[in-house]
């Protein structure tokens, strides 16, 4: 599997719901970010985690990281029908550069109305 | 406060012709990073170039493929007598000075999606 892979690859969920998604990775990491991605639009920024922190939270959004585990997870609470759309994780590996991120293929969300 | 502006933002080339795509970083910005995005993949690193200078073009293919960011204007991609694997979204991301390289959030476009037939 390639760094920064997320499972599972589609979930499908009710409003009002939680999401969670998670993110495995293979190399020792600066920090994680997850992204979101609406169908045929760009990226947009969601919350950055520093490998020296276990979890991080953005309003509905609560990110976790274990790094003995290489693995982290994304927790959507109270889902609306707007946060439907692709998510990506992507790292930033330690000994290399920070802007060159390894993505993985992302978690397509859709919540249901 | 515009963000990073890609464009065109749909592109249609036949195989053997040669592909622009520009990216204006947002205001203030002046580190570009261009992202390669094949169908049901994640964004894979081509190129980091700040005014005038390539820093890194390790993820960009040996040949047909080139980047520039001059003192004046947009970042531009091009691609060379484009193949049918070219096909892609290309997405262009920039960082304010140093910012990137020490926190990692990049601001994305909203891409350029190319069709080669």
């Known amino acids: 599997s390639q760094q920064g892979e997320e499972d599972p690859q589609a979930l499908s969920i009710q409003e009002g719901e939680n999401a969670t998604m998670n993110c495995s990775y293979k190399?020792?990491?600066?920090?994680l970010q997850w992204y979101r991605q609406n169908s045929g639009r760009g990226l947009v920024h969601l919350i950055l985690?520093?490998?020296?922190?276990r979890e991080k939270h953005s309003g509905r959004l609560r990110v976790t990281l274990d790094t003995s585990k290489k693995s982290s997870s994304l927790l959507i609470t109270a889902s609306r029908a707007a946060d439907t759309a692709s998510y990506f994780c992507?790292?930033?590996?330690?000994?290399?550069?920070?802007?060159?991120?390894?993505f993985g293929k992302g978690t397509l969300l859709t919540v249901n109305p | 406060n515009a963000g990073v502006m890609q464009n065109p933002r749909h592109l249609v080339r036949r195989r053997g012709q040669e592909a622009r795509l520009r990216c204006s970083p947002m205001?203030?910005?002046?580190?570009v990073y261009w992202y390669r995005q094949l169908p049901e993949e994640g964004l894979k690193f081509m190129v980091y170039?700040?005014?005038?200078?390539?820093?890194?073009e390790s993820g960009m293919p040996k040949e047909r493929f080139s980047a520039e960011f001059p003192k004046e204007g947009p970042s531009i991609l091009r691609i060379q007598q484009v193949v049918r694997g070219d096909s892609a979204a290309y997405f262009c991301?920039?960082?304010?000075?140093?910012?990137?390289?020490?926190?990692?959030?990049?601001?994305f476009g909203e891409g350029s999606r190319l069709t080669v037939l």
């Open positions: 992507a790292t930033s590996n330690s000994g290399g550069s920070n802007y060159k991120l390894t």
């Open positions: 190399t020792s990491i600066n920090n």
């Open positions: 985690i520093r490998s020296n922190e």
């Open positions: 205001k203030g910005h002046s580190h």
């Open positions: 170039l700040q005014k005038e200078n390539i820093i890194d």
């Open positions: 991301a920039s960082s304010p000075p140093g910012q990137g390289g020490l926190t990692g959030e990049l601001f």
